[in-house]
């Protein structure tokens, strides 16, 4: 199992650009190229590092969801994996990949994970993100967060961030009018949020 976000280090731009040309590497480029290029000055490195501290901004989320051929996609689900980690997972190849080995706050039945979930609106652009949130049995401040954009060619490819939240519960909000961006907002709740049934179990 692949520990954490990791970019393969044999994959380049550079790479993906001989793929557009030679029929032999056609698997390993996505099917929009533009979209393989990150955008410029965005450290991944960095990102995976910041991810250990605070939430992944959705427009972040989108980045590397969008270049998620530069990273190894987990083939199965991590075991208990502590605050900070990520993960890619394809969910149509890992359907189970919620399955992590931790306790989850439980629906009134007793089996089913309580997830709240959001359909989030990145910017003003066209992107949108479906996020879906978990909390700790045990410790509440302790939370999962799955989220995948609603994009045809690549709303298989889920990004998970695990992270113990030191202040007031967060969820992602509105863009903020004169930045035109979204930002983590330490003072909202997961409260308006709709609850729905997980795979864990």
């Given at each position: 199992?692949?520990?954490?976000?990791?970019?393969k280090k044999e994959t380049s731009v550079v790479d993906l650009e001989k793929a557009a040309?030679?029929?032999?590497?056609?698997?390993?480029?996505?099917?929009?190229p533009v979209a393989v290029d990150p955008r410029p000055g965005l450290d991944f490195?960095?990102?995976?590092?910041?991810?250990?501290?605070?939430?992944?901004?959705?427009?972040?989320?989108?980045?590397?969801?969008?270049?998620?051929?530069?990273?190894?996609?987990?083939?199965?689900?991590?075991n208990r994996p502590p605050s900070g980690s990520l993960f890619l997972f394809d969910?149509?190849?890992?359907?189970?990949?919620?399955?992590?080995?931790?306790?989850?706050r439980k629906k009134s039945d007793g089996k089913t994970v309580k997830e709240a979930h959001e359909r989030v609106k990145v910017g003003s652009t066209d992107d949108e993100l479906y996020c879906y949130y978990a909390h700790g049995e045990e410790n509440e401040k302790?939370?999962?967060?799955?989220?995948?954009?609603l994009e045809k060619d690549i709303m298989s490819i889920v990004l998970v961030q695990y992270l113990?939240?030191?202040?007031?519960?967060?969820?992602?909000?509105?863009?903020?009018?004169?930045?035109?961006?979204?930002?983590?907002?330490?003072?909202?709740?997961?409260?308006?949020?709709?609850d729905v049934d997980s795979e864990d179990s």
């Open positions: 199992m692949t520990p954490n976000l990791e970019i040309v030679h029929d032999d590497y056609k698997d390993e480029i996505a099917p929009n490195e960095q990102l995976r590092y910041e991810a250990q501290h605070r939430w992944l901004r959705p427009s972040e989320i989108c980045e590397i969801l969008r270049n998620y051929r530069m990273f190894a996609i987990t083939s199965e689900p991590p969910r149509r190849v890992l359907i189970i990949f919620r399955r992590d080995g931790h306790n989850w302790f939370q999962r967060r799955s989220c995948w954009m113990e939240v030191k202040g007031i519960k967060q969820k992602l909000r509105s863009p903020s009018p004169s930045r035109g961006t979204y930002a983590m907002s330490s003072t909202s709740t997961l409260s308006s949020l709709h």
